[in-house]
């Protein structure tokens, strides 16, 4: 099994759906989790941490279930400038270092 | 303005040549990180350093060398031992103790170098 799985998409939605995407990972022993953005050929920039009683930031909501090893990421309203890869991320226990999905990209079309 | 810069933007090189890729910052971060990332792959973690003059090797280490002479600066160089090195390489640090409070791990990214060998 994959330390972090997503499903590469495209995921094509018109202006204002809402869009969610789900990660598995596989340790079990896995501490932070976090949700990155990466436009065309830009690094990626962090979108949001996600906590254990989930988290809501403006259009994006995060959740976490640990018993299934899963975290999701939800985009109401949905923004042509949303449109972008969506990288799933994270931490084993300790320090130690991040471990990263592929990634999902969400196309958003007029 | 605080940040992280990689330069430069784009390098080409022959093959069998050595490159150095430069990485600052100036968050005060404890940690830097390098990963390369290929056309639909995920960041694979090549080295890191948590500490001046220590690093440890990431998943990919083969073929590279990393220093850490000073807590902003963090450079790669891509030795002629590697045998793919054309990607997009990127440099990302991130706060490793803070006090007061638990450390998040967030990693923030420069906008990466990308290496192309001919």
């Known amino acids: 099994r994959k330390e972090v799985e997503q499903d590469p998409g495209p995921f094509n939605v018109p202006e204002g759906a809402t869009v969610a995407f789900n990660c598995t990972y596989s340790n079990s022993a896995s501490q932070s989790f976090f949700w990155y953005r990466q436009d065309c050929r830009k690094e990626p920039k962090l979108l949001m941490s996600?906590?254990?009683s989930g988290n809501e930031d403006g259009r994006f909501t995060a959740q976490l279930n640990r018993a299934s090893q899963y975290i999701s990421l939800l985009i109401r309203d949905s923004k042509l400038s949303d449109s972008a890869t969506y990288l799933c991320?994270?931490?084993?226990?300790?320090?130690?270092?991040?471990?990263f999905g592929k990634g999902t990209m969400l196309l958003v079309s007029p | 303005d605080g940040g992280i810069t990689q330069s430069p933007k784009y390098l080409f090189r022959k093959e069998g040549q050595n490159v150095t890729l430069s990485c600052e910052q100036n968050l005060n971060h404890d940690a830097m990180y390098w990963y390369r990332q290929d056309p639909g792959q995920g960041l694979r973690l090549i080295y890191y350093?948590?500490?001046?003059?220590?690093?440890q090797k990431g998943d990919i280490a083969e073929g590279y060398s990393v220093s850490r002479e000073k807590k902003e600066s963090f450079p790669l160089t891509v030795t002629s031992a590697q045998k793919n090195p054309t990607a997009f390489y990127l440099c990302?640090?991130?706060?490793?103790?803070?006090?007061?409070?638990?450390?998040?791990?967030?990693?923030?990214f420069g906008p990466g170098t990308r290496l192309t060998v001919t």
């Open positions: 990302a640090s991130s706060m490793v103790r803070a006090s007061g409070r638990l450390p998040s791990y967030e990693q923030y």
């Open positions: 350093s948590q500490i001046v003059n220590d690093f």
């Open positions: 991320v994270v931490r084993g226990s300790g320090y130690s270092t991040l471990t």
């Open positions: 996600v906590y254990s």
